[in-house]
C-alpha cells in the first residue's frame, strides 16, 4: 500500500523544470550514442496527461514515464544491445546530473531523491498488419535474459479513450480512482499501469453511464459487415492463381526456387468479403525461397519476385497495378465501370529460422530511401500451424474460431492490419482460451 499524491498547481514550474532535465539527459544520451543508433523520445502515461504524482514516503521525487524508440528494425532490437548500449550512455552521465540509475524488468529508472524519477521503456510502435501494438524489451526470468515480448494493449487507442472520458465528464473520476489503483499496485510499471488503467474504467464507465453526455456519443455503427465467400465461387479464382505462381516459378528459376503456400483464411475455406464494402476478397500466398542461385538479400529476393509477378499477373485475369507495400506485394482484379475490387492476391516472402520464428520481408520507405531486411512476424505467428491442428482436432473449437474471426474483421479499424495477422491473433486467443500451449 502506497501513499501517492498528484503534484498541484503550486508545482508547475517544478514540473517544467524536471522535463527540461530530462530532456538534456537524453540529449547527451543521444549524443553518446550517435555511432551506434539514433532514436526518438516521448513522454508517456500519466505525465502525458498533467496527471504527475509523488510519493512523499519514499523518494518524494515527482514522476515521469518516457518512451525511447530507436531508429532500428525491429529484429536488431536486441542483437544491437539496445537497452545495455542506452544504460552505460546513462552511466556515463550519471555523475553530471547527480543521479542514481536502477534496473527494472522493463524499464531503466534514475532519480534524484525530494526531486524526480523518470522511466525509459524501449519500444517499437508496429506498424502496418500489427499497427496499435508495441513491442518492448522485457527481462524474462525464466531465460535470464532480455527479449523483446508484444505488448497487447493497443497503446494508441489511449488518446481516443481519454478524449472520451473528457467528453463525458468522466475525467476527474478517472484521475481519483487511478490514484487509488496506483496506490495498490504492485506489479505493473507506471506506464503500463496507466495504459491498463484507461482501458479498463472505460470499461466500466461504459456499463454505468447513463447521462446526457453519452447520448452525445453515439455507439459507432459497425463499419464492416464480413461472410464467408462459397468455395464454388472462390476455388477456379484460386485454381488461376496456382497457375501463375507456377508461371513465376519458371519465369525466376535463375535467381531461385521457392516453395509457395496459401496461408490463412485461403488455406482453411474461410475466405471472408464485406456487404458493406467494394473491395472484394483476397488469398494470401507465402512464398518460400529455396535454392538461391545468385545475391540472397532481402531486396534482391523482392524484386525478383516483384518484377516476374508484373510481367504475368495480366494474364490471369488481374488487371490493377502491381502494389509493392510494406509486408506484401498485391494484385488485384478490378471492375472499373463500378469501381469495385472483385478479388486480390497478397505474396509475402518468408523464412523460418533455426529458433523456429518466422521471419518476412519488410520494405520500409523513408523519404526517397527503401530498404529491404528481414523482420520476425511476431508471437501470434510462432506455432501457428500447431495451434491450427490442436483446434481442428476439436469441431467445437473451430467452429468458435470461424465465428471469433468474422467477428474480429468486423471490428477491426486499423486499415493497415491485413487478414493474415487477423487470422493469426484469433487462432492464438482461440487457442489460449483453451489453454493451449506450444
Request: glycine share 2%; proline share 3%; net charge positive.
Amino acid at each position: 500500500m502506497y501513499d501517492y499524491r498528484y503534484a498541484n498547481h503550486n508545482d508547475e514550474k517544478e514540473v517544467e523544470r524536471v522535463k527540461s532535465i530530462i530532456e538534456d539527459v537524453l540529449k547527451n544520451i543521444y549524443s553518446s550514442l550517435r555511432y551506434s543508433f539514433a532514436f526518438d523520445y516521448e513522454f508517456v502515461g500519466a505525465c502525458s496527461y498533467n496527471m504527475i504524482t509523488y510519493e512523499p514516503n519514499e523518494l518524494n521525487a515527482l514522476e515521469f514515464d518516457v518512451d525511447i524508440i530507436p531508429d532500428l528494425p525491429v529484429s536488431q532490437y536486441i542483437s544491437s544491445n539496445v537497452r545495455s548500449l542506452f544504460l552505460n550512455a546513462l552511466t556515463q552521465n550519471k555523475w553530471r546530473y547527480r543521479y542514481v540509475i536502477k534496473e527494472n524488468v522493463d524499464n531503466i529508472e534514475i532519480y534524484v531523491a525530494d526531486s524526480y524519477s523518470c522511466c525509459f521503456y524501449f519500444v517499437y510502435n508496429c506498424t502496418d498488419n500489427q499497427a496499435g501494438l508495441q513491442k518492448y524489451i522485457r527481462y524474462d526470468y525464466n531465460k535470464k535474459q532480455y527479449l523483446l515480448w508484444n505488448y497487447t494493449t493497443e497503446y494508441n487507442s489511449v488518446p481516443k479513450r481519454v478524449k472520451w472520458l473528457k467528453a463525458n465528464g468522466l475525467w476527474n473520476k478517472f484521475i481519483t480512482d487511478f490514484l487509488k489503483i496506483k496506490n495498490n499496485n504492485e506489479d505493473n510499471s507506471p506506464k503500463v499501469l496507466f495504459m491498463d488503467s484507461v482501458l479498463k474504467k472505460c470499461k466500466e464507465y461504459r456499463k454505468n453511464i447513463k447521462s446526457p453526455a453519452s447520448e452525445a456519443v453515439p455507439k459507432k455503427k459497425a463499419r464492416y459487415d464480413f461472410y464467408y465467400v462459397e468455395p464454388a465461387i472462390s476455388a477456379p479464382i484460386r485454381k488461376r492463381i496456382v497457375e501463375l505462381i507456377k508461371m513465376i516459378q519458371k519465369d525466376i528459376s535463375s535467381e531461385y526456387t521457392f516453395q509457395y503456400q496459401f496461408i490463412g483464411s485461403s488455406a482453411r475455406n474461410m475466405i471472408t468479403a464485406d456487404k458493406k464494402d467494394n473491395v472484394g476478397f483476397d488469398f494470401d500466398v507465402n512464398i518460400i525461397p529455396q535454392k538461391i542461385k545468385g545475391k540472397g538479400s532481402p531486396e534482391h529476393l523482392r524484386k525478383v519476385l516483384f518484377n516476374a509477378i508484373q510481367r504475368t499477373y495480366k494474364a490471369y485475369g488481374f488487371n490493377s497495378k502491381v502494389e509493392n507495400s510494406t509486408n506484401v506485394i498485391t494484385i488485384k482484379k478490378v471492375d472499373h465501370k463500378s469501381s469495385r475490387c472483385l478479388y486480390g492476391c497478397d505474396f509475402a516472402v518468408i523464412r523460418t529460422t533455426k529458433k523456429g520464428r518466422q521471419q518476412n520481408i519488410v520494405l520500409h520507405k523513408n523519404n526517397n530511401k527503401q530498404s529491404y531486411v528481414w523482420e520476425d512476424r511476431g508471437d501470434y505467428y510462432d506455432g501457428l500451424t500447431q495451434r491450427v491442428e490442436f483446434l481442428k482436432k476439436n469441431s467445437q473449437y473451430w467452429n468458435e474460431l470461424r465465428n471469433y474471426y468474422i467477428k474480429k474483421k468486423n471490428k477491426n479499424y486499423c486499415e493497415e492490419k491485413k487478414s493474415r495477422a487477423i487470422y493469426a491473433e484469433s487462432v492464438k486467443e482461440i487457442c489460449d482460451k483453451h489453454g493451449y500451449h506450444k
